[in-house]
């Protein structure tokens, strides 16, 4: 699964951020959350909107999309 950590700079200065991006397959959506899968045939994962974001602005069931989110929100998801 791909995972990766996005990297602020501030002022030359490199600080890690607890912000992730992730490849999920997208399954449907609400006004408030998110349905993903870690895989094809692993469980749907439901993500608050307000805790993620994805690119996609018209995304199609079983398409994989990046979804951002916080680091703690992928952990607790098990995302990561």
Known sequence: MPVALVSLTRKGT??????VEISVQFQHQTD?????????????????????????????????ILLTTDEATAIEKGLV
């Open 14 to 19: 490199k600080m890690k951020s607890d912000i």
């Open 32 to 64: 408030d959350a998110v349905c993903v899968r870690e895989t094809e045939d692993g469980p749907d994962i439901w993500i608050p909107k307000s805790r993620c974001e994805i690119l996609q602005t018209d995304p199609r069931r079983g398409h994989y």
